[in-house]
């Protein structure tokens, strides 16, 4: 007896045993259970989710001899002969083969004659889009009113290419694709009734390299179980699929954060040693450095069953957010790059050294994205508090997104107030804050946080400042503005913050202060101008509200 692959053998034959698409299942069983059949039903999705599979099963539903059911007998003849594709009133056409206006024409000239042994005569067409706009347009009319023996289900991996005459003459499921957990559960199954051993590490790899598709599953299954010799085990499809392994990537950001370049170099040299891709290899780095991200932001989303689990929350916590997101960007960019490069071990080691480039020194320190409780109010104290972990005359290190900014910066000489030159023990603002905080040269969210507070106090070398947001008091935003205080006054400046009601002596309130007094004046001036009141004494016409802007000209 020939061998029967895995993805026919274990091809689903009733809607309980179909996998990952219950919202299409519910659908369909609750219209087969209520008797209310529609004539033509449209399955959307990727390769390999189930399309033919349901079209099957619901000419299995339709046509059972015990009659219309969500749960047919699978021993009757129209049962067991729509599984082995010989039903004589089942017809799978395939688009891509029989795309022009002859062949449609010629199938709906045969949808008039009833069943021959059936209930219902049903034509499922895969890859509907592939038809020509003829063949579209010759079977509109039947479609739409077909004859009541005439089921029709459509098929298609491109919806979009369908034309909507069509697709309203439907019912439209969306099949999704499978997630990982589903096709692992799945190849479990299978693989326990094939008694074939297998690593559940090996079954991930699978799933994941399936990307979204049972029936790729189950094809890479058959190949692993050739390439393995019966024994299915994360080495063996590793080395069949050619991955990279999880521990190279964790050495490779060990190395990374570290700055170690001859680490890297080893890697690489492993990597091409083995035989694997360095396109794969970024896109794999991409991959773990956002599930650092997001463990970073949310510590609970760490699955506990991955064999990397302690490593992600390791690196969640002693790298820097700025660094997680620089060097995916690098990783993302680069495998793009690839193909520029003279070859792909130039340009992994390329994009490598670039992560360690760009990185400014201490920005690998990790950053407190989550603080237990919150932060009690700072009091302002005359002595002066030591940065800790900081010696005398060390260079203070800018977060990364403070670096991004102050490269951006326009430097403008003359709106920027001058430096204090030398360091005094107290901290004396030359100007009033609204004026001098306008004239701090930053960017972005510092800067809004310096033009949207008031200062209350200024004692000894600590800065009290009130703000009406907290949110825009944390984060990087407030250690820039820190860092710019301290170039300009010479010394370390404390600044604290609370959260209350600014007064209106904030720069961003003068300045909403000042707009509107320029607004206010442009409107009068608009209302009292000869030509506009003569306008509106013979015409009747009206100033539009919202329509006059300052610095606008008046004349109309």
Same mark, same amino acid.
């Given at each position: 007896?020939?061998?029967?692959?895995?993805?026919?053998?274990?091809?689903?034959?009733?809607?309980?045993?179909?996998?990952?698409?219950?919202?299409?299942?519910?659908?369909?069983?609750?219209?087969?259970?209520?008797?209310?059949?529609?004539?033509?039903?449209?399955?959307?999705?990727?390769?390999?989710?189930?399309?033919?599979?349901?079209?099957?099963?619901?000419?299995?539903?339709?046509?059972?001899?015990?009659?219309?059911?969500?749960?047919?007998?699978?021993?009757?003849?129209?049962?067991?002969?729509?599984?082995?594709?010989?039903?004589? =009133?089942?017809?799978?056409?395939?688009?891509?083969?029989?795309?022009?206006?002859?062949?449609?024409?010629?199938?709906?000239?045969?949808?008039?004659?009833?069943?021959?042994?059936?209930?219902?005569?049903?034509?499922?067409?895969?890859?509907?889009?592939?038809?020509?706009?003829?063949?579209?347009?010759?079977?509109?009319?039947?479609?739409?009113?077909?004859?009541?023996?005439?089921?029709?289900?459509?098929?298609?991996?491109?919806?979009?290419?369908?034309?909507? @005459?069509?697709?309203? +003459?439907?019912?439209?499921?969306?099949?999704?694709?499978?997630?990982?957990?589903?096709?692992?559960?799945?190849?479990?199954?299978?693989?326990?009734?094939?008694?074939?051993?297998?690593?559940?590490?090996?079954?991930?790899?699978?799933?994941?390299?399936?990307?979204?598709?049972?029936?790729?599953?189950?094809?890479?299954?058959?190949?692993?179980?050739?390439?393995?010799?019966?024994?299915?085990?994360?080495?063996?499809?590793?080395?069949?699929?050619?991955?990279?392994?999880?521990?190279?990537?964790?050495?490779?950001?060990?190395?990374?954060?570290?700055?170690?370049?001859?680490?890297?170099?080893?890697?690489?040299?492993?990597?091409?040693?083995?035989?694997?891709?360095?396109?794969?290899?970024?896109?794999?780095?991409?991959?773990?450095?956002?599930?650092?991200?997001?463990?970073?932001?949310?510590?609970?989303?760490?699955?506990?069953? =991955?064999?990397?689990?302690?490593?992600?929350? +390791?690196?969640?916590?002693?790298?820097?957010?700025?660094?997680?997101?620089?060097?995916?960007?690098?990783?993302?960019?680069?495998?793009?790059?690839?193909?520029?490069?003279?070859?792909?071990?130039?340009?992994?080691?390329?994009?490598?050294?670039?992560?360690?480039?760009?990185?400014?020194?201490?920005?690998?320190?990790?950053?407190?994205?989550?603080?237990?409780?919150?932060?009690?109010?700072?009091?302002?104290?005359? @002595?002066?508090?030591?940065?800790?972990?900081?010696?005398?005359?060390?260079?203070?290190?800018?977060?990364?997104?403070?670096?991004?900014?102050?490269?951006?910066?326009?430097?403008?000489?003359?709106?920027?107030?001058?430096?204090?030159?030398?360091?005094?023990?107290?901290?004396?603002?030359?100007?009033?804050?609204?004026?001098?905080?306008?004239?701090?040269?930053?960017?972005?969210?510092?800067?809004?946080?310096?033009?949207?507070?008031?200062?209350?106090?200024?004692?000894?070398?600590?800065?009290?400042? +009130?703000?009406?947001?907290?949110?825009?008091?944390?984060?990087?935003?407030?250690?820039?503005?820190?860092?710019?205080?301290?170039?300009?006054?010479?010394?370390?400046?404390?600044?604290?913050?609370?959260?209350?009601?600014?007064?209106?002596?904030?720069?961003?309130?003068?300045?909403?202060?000042?707009?509107?007094?320029?607004?206010?004046?442009?409107?009068?001036?608009?209302?009292?101008?000869?030509?506009?009141?003569?306008?509106?004494?013979?015409?009747?016409?009206?100033?539009?509200?919202?329509?006059?802007?300052?610095?606008?000209?008046?004349?109309?």
């Amino acid at each position: 007896m020939s061998y029967l692959v895995l993805a026919r053998k274990w091809r689903p034959r009733s809607f309980d045993t179909l996998v990952g698409q219950d919202h299409v299942v519910r659908a369909l069983t609750h219209a087969l259970t209520t008797q209310r059949l529609h004539h033509a039903w449209l399955f959307t999705g990727t390769r390999g989710v189930g399309k033919t599979t349901l079209s099957r099963i619901l000419a299995k539903a339709l046509n059972c001899e015990k009659g219309i059911t969500a749960t047919p007998c699978g021993v009757c003849q129209a049962c067991t002969e729509i599984d082995e594709g010989r039903f004589v =009133d089942y017809l799978e056409l395939d688009a891509a083969s029989n795309r022009g206006v002859e062949e449609m024409t010629q199938l709906l000239e045969q949808a008039v004659y009833s069943p021959s042994v059936g209930r219902f005569k049903v034509y499922m067409i895969d890859e509907v889009h592939m038809l020509s706009g003829h063949a579209f347009n010759a079977m509109l009319k039947t479609l739409e009113e077909p004859p009541p023996h005439v089921k029709f289900i459509l098929a298609t991996t491109d919806p979009q290419k369908i034309p909507v @005459t069509v697709l309203s +003459r439907c019912l439209q499921f969306n099949l999704k694709q499978m997630p990982g957990e589903a096709i692992v559960g799945h190849l479990e199954n299978v693989l326990a009734q094939e008694q074939m051993p297998y690593e559940v590490l090996a079954l991930r790899l699978l799933g994941q390299a399936a990307g979204g598709s049972m029936r790729d599953a189950l094809s890479l299954t058959d190949q692993a179980i050739a390439y393995s010799a019966g024994n299915l085990t994360e080495e063996a499809v590793r080395g069949m699929l050619g991955t990279i392994d999880q521990r190279h990537l964790v050495r490779l950001l060990d190395a990374l954060q570290a700055g170690q370049a001859s680490t890297v170099l080893e890697i690489a040299d492993e990597l091409a040693t083995r035989g694997l891709s360095y396109r794969a290899a970024l896109a794999d780095l991409a991959i773990m450095l956002s599930r650092i991200a997001i463990v970073q932001r949310v510590p609970q989303a760490v699955d506990q069953t =991955d064999p990397i689990a302690t490593d992600l929350s +390791r690196f969640a916590t002693s790298l820097h957010a700025d660094v997680v997101q620089l060097f995916y960007t690098v990783a993302v960019h680069s495998r793009n790059e690839l193909v520029l490069a003279p070859d792909e071990y130039a340009g992994f080691v390329m994009a490598c050294l670039r992560m360690l480039a760009l990185v400014p020194r201490g920005a690998q320190e990790p950053e407190k994205l989550l603080p237990a409780e919150p932060a009690p109010q700072r009091v302002i104290d005359s @002595t002066p508090v030591a940065a800790p972990n900081q010696a005398a005359g060390a260079v203070v290190a800018k977060p990364l997104a403070a670096v991004v900014a102050s490269v951006k910066a326009p430097t403008v000489q003359s709106a920027t107030p001058t430096p204090a030159r030398a360091p005094s023990s107290d901290v004396v603002l030359p100007e009033p804050w609204a004026a001098f905080s306008a004239k701090l040269p930053l960017t972005g969210m510092a800067m809004q946080l310096a033009r949207q507070s008031e200062c209350v106090a200024v004692k000894g070398r600590a800065i009290l400042l +009130r703000v009406s947001n907290k949110a825009l008091s944390e984060g990087v935003h407030a250690e820039r503005l820190r860092v710019v205080l301290k170039e300009f006054f010479g010394q370390d400046v404390q600044v604290a913050f609370e959260v209350g009601v600014v007064q209106g002596q904030s720069a961003h309130a003068l300045d909403q202060a000042e707009q509107q007094t320029r607004q206010q004046d442009a409107e009068a001036s608009v209302q009292i101008d000869p030509f506009v009141q003569a306008l509106v004494k013979d015409f009747g016409a009206q100033v539009v509200p919202g329509s006059v802007h300052p610095g606008q000209s008046n004349s109309i």
